[in-house]
């Protein structure tokens, strides 16, 4: 079984940059594809942007963060990063890392096994 860490969230002006970071503990991320996913209050969980665990790592963005976040992966350090630019208050919301078994990522969060606890991120204009 694998935990999961979030860290990085926090305030930022629209148009600022976040860092998201998602470590893992108990076992490595091996074999595992890893999605974020967010939440805004009344709102249901959004797929954000999700990695593969296949070599050069497929990746996919929901279209409102495309050309602004940027997800990636160390398997070396377990670690899954959301690297967020130009933000906007529109992504203000509860951040959620999670992993699933098999090397393809899914956009739907019940595939996924594994939650880490979320951290917010508030964008203000």
Do not use: H
């Amino acid at each position: 079984q694998v935990q999961l860490v979030e860290s990085g969230g926090g305030l930022v002006q629209a148009g600022g940059s976040l860092r998201l970071s998602c470590a893992a503990s108990g076992r490595t991320f091996s074999g595992y594809a890893i999605g974020w996913f967010r939440q805004a209050p009344g709102k249901e969980r959004e797929s954000v942007a999700a990695i593969s665990w296949t070599s050069g790592s497929s990746t996919y963005y929901v279209g409102s963060v495309k050309g602004r976040f940027t997800i990636s992966r160390d398997n070396a350090k377990n670690t899954v990063y959301l690297q967020m630019n130009s933000l906007k208050p529109e992504d203000t919301a509860v951040y959620y890392c999670a992993a699933r078994t098999g090397s393809s990522y899914s956009t739907t969060p019940a595939d996924y096994a594994y939650w880490g606890q979320g951290t917010q991120v508030t964008v203000s204009s």
